[in-house]
Structures are given as C-alpha cells and as structure tokens.
C-alpha cells in the first residue's frame, strides 16, 4: 500500500484543455473551481487505480498479497525471534490491527506527496484544481483500505479473535488517519514539486516512523524507550487507537488526543502551503 500512484495521461481525462502559466490567476486555489470539477476526483481516482493494476499478472489481488505479506513476516519475526514484551492480545491479531492502519496512512501520505510531481503534464495543460490530484489519490488508497479490511477481517477469524463491541468506533482512527496523511502529503507535495528528493527520502522516513509508532512492536516498548514519543508522534494516538476499538483494549485517550491536535495542526498547515504554492506549480511542471 506503501507505493507511489503510477502517473495519469493528460489525454485519458475527459476535463477541458487550458494552459495555465505561473503568471495566470490561481486557478486551482479557488474553491468555486474546485466545486465546479469536484467529479475530476472520482474520474482521477478512477483512473490511478486502473493504472495502478493493469498489466500485472496479479490485479487487484495485489492489494491483498502486500499486507499479508507483510503481516505474516512481521508476525512469524516476532513470535519466534524477539524478546520484546508480548502485547495484550495475540502477534497475529496485534500485528494485523496495527499494520492495516499504519499501511493506509502511510500509502495516503506517500501518494499524495507524489500527486502533483506524477502529473505535471495534467497541470501544464488540463483545466483542473490541483487539490483534486491529491484527493483523488486518498479516494483510491480508501478504496485499497477497503480491501485491506477484508484481509484484516480474515485474519482475525483464522486467530480466533472476535472484535470487540467497541469495533464500530474503528472507523474514527482510520479517519484521523487519513486527514493526517492527506495534510503531510499536501506540504510535501509542493516541496516534492520543487525538489524532487523529497520523494526518495520519505519511504525511509516512514520505515523509520514504523518502528516508531506502535504498529508492530508493542506500546509499552516504545515508551520504556522514550516516554515522550507517545505525544511527540503524530500517529501514535491514532494507531493505538484503532488497535483498541477493535480489540476491546484500554484506550490511550491522551495520546489520541495529541494525535487529533498534531492532525488539525497538519491538514491546516498543509492546505496553507498547498495554497500558497499554486502560482508556481505550472512554473516548476
């Protein structure tokens, strides 16, 4: 889930051609033209998925194949070979409930920094508001949630764990999730138009964040480590969070609360740096 979206050709939409320079009005700041082509995210979405998949001899079934890898080599790694503290509920089920998550937020962020650099031609020479590149990228990473949730689903059932009364709440965390993952990456993205190695070192950015964050070593690991980092983590809360609605844990309610503070800080300052960066998009397309 953690891959860049493949690039859209300007030719495959179905939006009208305008060319649009540094020095013309900022066209795709303005929220009525994001509102008059807000159907431009859904064909978009469309469109990266289909890119995303074609010509591969798997499909869609990769969407499935990714987290169970990944789930099943963290798990047998940390079963058999680690001495860390064993979490409150089994690996499997500890493991899937944190890397389902933390592999759509970071696919999220990851996407959405990559939006505008992938499709500089859809900006030099497409009538679109280029908030609807980054939001089309997180409707098609929802959509590989989605199927993410069946796996996760699935392994839960093959453990013999039953999610806990509290699992309808499990959509907020994914939620915080995604607006947090959409605000990093609309900093990013105008960074990553300007400098193009923003883009090669966010992936080891986010290995690091994974060891970082409670996904796959357990919570009360990583603050004997460092207690601060429970709060110094924008992700953190989220994580836990989404583990305990599904499981039924005690909730960690201060540090999802300083992930929701460390989310509204993001997506505010992230939308500010997207929209001050607009007239020099075209220029750096």
Same mark, same amino acid.
């Given at each position: 889930?953690?891959?860049? *979206?493949?690039?859209v050709?300007?030719?495959?939409?179905?939006?009208?051609?305008?060319?649009?320079?540094?020095?013309?009005?900022p066209l795709?700041?303005?929220?009525?033209?994001?509102?008059s082509?807000?159907?431009?995210? %859904?064909?978009?979405?469309?469109?990266?998925?289909?890119a995303?998949?074609?010509?591969?001899?798997?499909?869609v079934?990769?969407?499935?194949?990714?987290?169970l890898?990944? %789930?099943?080599?963290?798990?047998?790694?940390?079963?058999?070979w680690?001495?860390?503290?064993?979490?409150?509920?089994?690996?499997?089920?500890?493991?899937?409930?944190?890397?389902?998550?933390?592999g759509?937020?970071?696919?999220?962020l990851?996407?959405?920094?990559?939006?505008?650099?992938?499709?500089a031609?859809?900006?030099?020479?497409?009538?679109l508001?280029?908030?609807?590149?980054?939001?089309?990228?997180?409707?098609?990473?929802?959509?590989?949630?989605? %199927?993410?949730?069946?796996?996760?689903?699935? @392994? =839960?059932? =093959? *453990?013999?764990t039953?999610p806990?009364?509290?699992?309808?709440?499990?959509?907020?965390?994914?939620?915080?999730?995604?607006?947090?993952g959409?605000g990093i990456?609309?900093?990013?993205?105008?960074?990553?138009?300007?400098?193009?190695?923003?883009?090669? !070192?966010?992936?080891?950015?986010?290995q690091?964040?994974?060891f970082?964050?409670?996904?796959?070593?357990?919570?009360?690991?990583?603050?004997?480590?460092?207690p601060?980092?429970?709060?110094l983590?924008?992700?953190?809360?989220h994580?836990?969070?989404?583990?305990?609605t599904?499981?039924? @844990?005690?909730?960690?309610?201060?540090?999802? %609360?300083?992930?929701?503070?460390?989310?509204?800080a993001?997506?505010?300052g992230?939308?500010? !740096?997207?929209?001050?960066?607009q007239r020099?998009?075209?220029e750096?397309?």
């Amino acid at each position: 889930m953690g891959d860049e *979206d493949p690039p859209v050709a300007a030719s495959s939409t179905a939006l009208p051609v305008l060319h649009i320079t540094a020095d013309g009005p900022p066209l795709a700041a303005s929220w009525s033209f994001f509102w008059s082509r807000r159907d431009a995210v %859904i064909v978009l979405a469309r469109r990266l998925l289909g890119a995303r998949y074609q010509q591969t001899l798997l499909g869609v079934g990769w969407a499935f194949l990714h987290p169970l890898l990944a %789930i099943g080599v963290f798990t047998w790694l940390l079963s058999s070979w680690s001495t860390a503290r064993a979490p409150e509920s089994s690996w499997l089920a500890h493991n899937t409930s944190g890397w389902v998550p933390w592999g759509f937020f970071a696919a999220t962020l990851t996407s959405s920094a990559a939006s505008l650099s992938q499709h500089a031609s859809l900006l030099r020479d497409v009538a679109l508001p280029r908030l609807a590149l980054p939001l089309a990228s997180l409707a098609a990473r929802c959509v590989d949630l989605a %199927i993410a949730l069946v796996v996760l689903i699935a @392994l =839960l059932a =093959l *453990d013999g764990t039953v999610p806990a009364a509290s699992a309808w709440l499990f959509p907020l965390p994914l939620a915080g999730l995604a607006l947090l993952g959409l605000g990093i990456g609309l900093a990013l993205a105008s960074f990553q138009m300007r400098w193009r190695d923003v883009g090669q !070192v966010l992936p080891y950015l986010l290995q690091l964040g994974l060891f970082a964050t409670p996904v796959v070593v357990p919570a009360a690991v990583l603050e004997d480590a460092w207690p601060p980092l429970r709060f110094l983590n924008p992700a953190w809360g989220h994580i836990a969070a989404a583990r305990s609605t599904l499981l039924g @844990l005690p909730l960690d309610g201060a540090a999802w %609360i300083s992930s929701w503070a460390w989310t509204a800080a993001a997506l505010g300052g992230g939308l500010f !740096v997207f929209a001050r960066s607009q007239r020099r998009l075209a220029e750096w397309a």
